[in-house]
């Protein structure tokens, strides 16, 4: 008996009980989320039952034809209704999960949970219980991880096994979204020279000193022929002042005190503020930035890598905007994109452009997680938000750890996703600024597994695909456009202290969407609607203004591996659309207003359905899904062991085609309006290998670490959701 009364075993007995007695029709949820964690997590046991941990139920997408109906026509440059772009509310409206529904889950959680822990919004109910609630809330295990290569301030974090809801609210819910996954990773640094680490210390106008010191390193730093204009050692490299003669970019006047841009940072990437005054003063810029959710600058001291990305796009972004606008709004401390974007569509007053340098494979996280992301992009584009995505630093080899575990085409998300904006990078023919540009060897683009070729870009993807012979590739192209992205003169910003080199489409993104930023400004100016969704605008500019565009036409983003996705002209899965002329884009906006809308429509939907040498297929029919049965023991709970072959499945398209209901033990996605018709569950292609997955926050359930500072207090352990209230400040 002793050992029966153990409290882990304890807890799975009663899982197995009720699961008996209660004859409950359980569903799996995320069949095919990847369980195995990512590099650098390694598993501790089980979670301590009486540790307080925050659980997150996402209701499924509902209205999502309407929506998508709407945001089509809206951002089509050639609609008479374009620009007109829903508020918070509208979207709500079509949206909203019906009240029956939200009361299954309610009812359900009352078994488990202190209503007074429960918060409930337009898209999910938040609460939090201990571990041994949750395990036996979802039937399932939470497992303790902890970060063993220090490169991430969360040190340990609770995870689920997989886990399984009751029928009917299965019907309701799309994912947990708090402890089903890890902490967002930043990009890996393998493909970035071994320089990018070291700083470029004085003497910064000894040019000798300078050669001296960088021929040290193979392969040798590259320098432009261009003048230094940031006081350090930046000469012939990236700086505000060459990028825009680069793009053309010419002043532009406050014209709405009301637009606002933001960067999404995620992986414990702050800013220092005082590295953003140096940076300020020695390029001759007004730059100023503000922290909306939670700054640590004393974390950026514990490593020359720790805060590099928030200081590139806190700098890049906030020189290259002002003094248009009054400061870049830098939303830091998220843990993971459906986090950041559900809290952003809480918002009154969001931003209206952003630049977001991360990413994970698509086969690192499960269907309903990238369905639950793309939905939330969904309504950042219906309010008319413009969200650019960087596409990627390992050309078409996805995020790989390694060029062993690298597959070609491996799709990046969400810079895969139809609602965005993704952001390649290219690289100058020769070392001055009037050069052409070629696509850079590591611009992350390829074809998604996942989402449909959406109407703006059906053209332009069937064109360059019968032109190179690449029938075979199907679903949605990437990247869109691209800037330069520090591949042979890198990018120069202050960080740690000192000037560093950097690069990678994550310095691409922020310069595109500064641009977007200042395009909206002059929008304003004429009395124009902001852009907004611009995809399928910046692809109808592409077919009718071609000069208001560079396009590249040279260059593979290979990797340096054998193959690649060839440039070419027009669009292509390596460079995109090509590069922005800013003041041929401006020239556009411009006249628009003033001659109307010249030469539409050009956009049109594809009558060809793709075709693929990867034939879907219905997903396999299995008799309803059980728990796993539990023996009491005296040890841990045993643990789910991720299947090596998920099943065979069809991409999600932006349409869902009308079909029959599934099977009851199969998890429904509700598609229409206010009475959503339960949808076949659909996955996508065969997952390939298991990567590091990023997704939803768990609060309590992440431990940082403390610092060595003793008047911290900004180092601590977070026990309680905060309010929406809370996060929209």
């Known amino acids: 008996m002793a050992s029966i009364m153990n409290p882990f075993c ?186 990018y680490q070291v700083p470029m210390k004085p003497p910064f106008q000894d040019d000798e000193q300078i050669e001296l010191l960088e021929a040290q390193f193979s392969p040798k730093p590259q320098r432009g022929s261009w003048n230094n204009s940031c006081g350090g050692p930046c000469r012939g490299l990236w700086t505000p002042r060459s990028l825009r003669t680069l793009y053309n970019i010419t002043s532009v006047k406050t014209s709405d005190k009301g637009l606002k841009m933001g960067v999404a940072s995620f992986s414990s990437q702050y800013f220092v503020p005082s590295e953003l005054q140096t940076f300020s003063r020695s390029c001759d810029e007004s730059v100023n930035a503000r922290s909306t959710n939670f700054n640590d600058p004393a974390f950026c001291s514990t490593g020359r890598t720790t805060c590099s990305e928030g200081h590139l796009d806190s700098q890049l972004a906030s020189a290259l905007t002002q003094p248009t606008y009054g400061g870049l709004y830098v939303f830091d401390n998220y843990v993971e994109f459906y986090q950041w974007a559900s809290a952003v569509n809480r918002m009154a007053d969001p931003p209206h452009v952003f630049s977001v340098s991360y990413g994970s494979n698509e086969t690192a996280s499960s269907s309903a997680y990238k369905l639950a992301v793309n939905f939330e992009l969904l309504k950042m584009a219906a309010r008319g938000i413009t969200v650019l995505f960087a596409s990627g630093d390992f050309g078409a080899y996805g995020i790989p750890f390694s060029k062993e575990t690298s597959e070609f085409d491996t799709p990046v998300f969400p810079a895969s996703s139809p609602w965005i904006t993704s952001v390649g990078g290219t690289q100058l023919n020769d070392r001055t600024l009037s050069a052409e540009e070629s696509c850079s060897n590591y611009s992350g683009g390829a074809f998604s597994d996942f989402f449909n070729v959406p109407d703006y870009q059906a053209d332009s993807v069937e064109h360059y695909l019968s032109r190179k012979q690449r029938q075979t590739f199907v679903g949605r192209g990437y990247p869109d456009i691209s ?247």
């Open 10 to 195: 304890l807890s799975i007995l009663l899982i197995y009980l009720q699961a008996i007695f209660c004859q409950e029709d359980l569903v799996e949820m995320e069949p095919d989320r990847p369980l195995a964690p990512p590099i650098g997590w390694v598993k501790t046991g089980c979670a301590p039952l009486s540790a307080t941990v925050s659980s997150r139920m996402v209701f499924q997408t509902v209205g999502i034809d309407e929506l998508e109906a709407t945001v089509d026509d809206i951002s089509n440059p050639c609609s008479p209704n374009y620009g007109q772009w829903l508020n918070q509310t509208e979207i709500e409206e079509i949206t909203a999960v019906r009240p029956s529904q939200v009361s299954i889950v309610q009812e359900y959680l009352k078994q488990f949970v202190d209503c007074n822990n429960v918060t409930l919004d337009a898209g999910g109910i938040s609460f939090t219980t201990t571990v041994g609630q949750m395990n036996q809330i979802y039937h399932t295990t939470l497992n303790a991880y902890t970060n063993v290569n220090g490169t991430h301030k969360i040190k340990t974090v609770y995870i689920m096994d997989s886990y399984f809801l009751p029928e009917d609210v299965a019907s309701v819910i799309l994912l947990e979204g708090a402890a089903t996954v890890f902490p967002l990773a930043g990009w890996p640094s393998t493909s970035k020279p071994p320089y």
């Open 483 to 729: 800037a330069v992205d520090g591949s042979d003169f890198a990018y120069c910003i202050r960080n740690y202290g000192d000037w560093y080199r950097t690069g990678g489409t994550s310095a691409s993104a922020p310069v595109v969407a500064s641009m977007i930023a200042l395009l909206n400004q002059v929008r304003a100016r004429v009395q124009g609607p902001r852009l907004g969704f611009i995809n399928p605008w910046l692809y109808w500019a592409a077919a009718n203004f071609p000069e208001a565009f560079n396009d590249v036409t040279r260059g593979s983003n290979h990797a340096d591996s054998a193959t690649g996705h060839p440039a070419a002209s027009g669009w292509d899965p390596c460079s995109g659309l090509g590069t922005i002329r800013f003041d041929g884009l401006r020239r556009i906006i411009e006249k628009w207003e003033e001659n109307g809308i010249p030469q539409c429509p050009v956009i049109r939907p594809s009558t060809k359905p793709p075709t693929s040498t990867k034939p879907p297929t219905k997903p396999p029919t299995k008799p309803p899904t059980k728990p796993p049965t539990a023996t009491p023991s005296t040890t841990q709970p045993p643990t789910t062991t991720p299947s090596t072959q998920p099943p065979t499945t069809t991409p999600y398209t932006t349409q869902p085609p009308t079909t029959t209901p599934p099977p009851t033990t199969t998890a429904n996605y509700n598609y229409g309006g206010a009475t959503p018709t339960p949808q076949p569950y659909k996955p996508p292609f065969i997952i390939k290998k298991p990567v590091y997955f990023n997704t939803i926050p768990p609060s309590s359930q992440y431990i940082y670490e403390k610092q060595p500072d003793a008047d911290s207090t900004i180092h601590r352990l977070k026990t309680k959701v905060r309010s929406t209230a809370e996060q929209d400040e």
